[in-house]
């Protein structure tokens, strides 16, 4: 079954509202949170990185204050699309890390579209 | 800094039908892992392989193949008796360790099983 899940798997918004991905790892304890970003038809961009209980790390180029990163819990993560505009319209993955010797995960997804 | 190179934007063979994807890797560690990861529609990344790069042995799983050459930098995915199932975007990536590290992904290649 899932180890890693996303919720929504899916929203629609208009331009300049607020969207929150939830990223949870569901039985394992993710001590460590990758966010990627996806734009259609291209590769998985990492976005940030975060610890639990800690800041995250923003690769170059991602505006932390609009991409807000909580990670206040060991299976919890959550993404904060601020005032969302056309061009944040992508498909969004997390990868939760735990210390699980067999793979890196990733969760299903989440597609947003900015209207 | 590392990259992943994936030359093959769009494959289309007819089922059945064997088909290699190619990976080329840069990196400057002495120690990396190299991966290989299947997009399906649903946009749900499956993870398929991790080797690392003291393992030079190449890895058969079923109709799944791979060829890690070390002395080219590359890593190349072979389907055997492709399937219609088998179509997808498939990524190669690279991590400079495994697990509490980010992923650096090529920009995949589009392999469709025409029936």
């Known amino acids: 079954g899932a180890v890693v899940s996303q919720h929504p798997s899916w929203v629609i918004c208009k331009s300049g509202t607020s969207v929150k991905i939830e990223c949870r790892s569901l039985d394992f304890q993710a001590t460590t949170m990758f966010w990627y970003r996806q734009f259609p038809k291209q590769s998985l961009m990492l976005m940030a990185t975060?610890?639990?209980?800690?800041?995250?790390?923003?690769e170059q180029g991602v505006e932390k204050d609009k991409f807000l990163i909580n990670h206040a819990s060991l299976t919890l993560s959550t993404l904060t699309v601020t005032s969302a505009h056309p061009e944040d319209s992508s498909f969004y993955i997390c990868s939760p890390w735990g210390g699980r010797p067999d793979t890196q995960y990733f969760g299903p997804g989440t597609r947003l579209t900015v209207l | 800094a590392q990259k992943v190179t994936q030359a093959q934007t769009e494959i289309s063979v007819v089922e059945k039908e064997d088909v290699t994807l190619d990976c080329v890797y840069e990196t400057r560690d002495t120690t990396y892992y190299l991966f290989w990861y299947k997009q399906p529609p649903s946009g749900e990344l499956v993870f398929l392989i991790r080797r690392n790069s003291f393992d030079e042995q190449n890895e058969i799983s079923g109709r799944y193949s791979w060829n890690f050459q070390k002395s080219t930098s590359s890593f190349n995915f072979t389907i055997t008796a492709s399937q219609v199932v088998d179509s997808a975007v498939y990524f190669c990536?690279?991590?400079?360790?495994?697990?509490?590290?980010?992923?650096?992904f090529g920009t995949g290649t589009r392999l469709t099983i025409i029936p």
């Open positions: 975060s610890n639990e209980g800690s800041k995250a790390t923003y």
């Open positions: 990536a690279l991590s400079a360790n495994f697990g509490n590290e980010k992923l650096t």
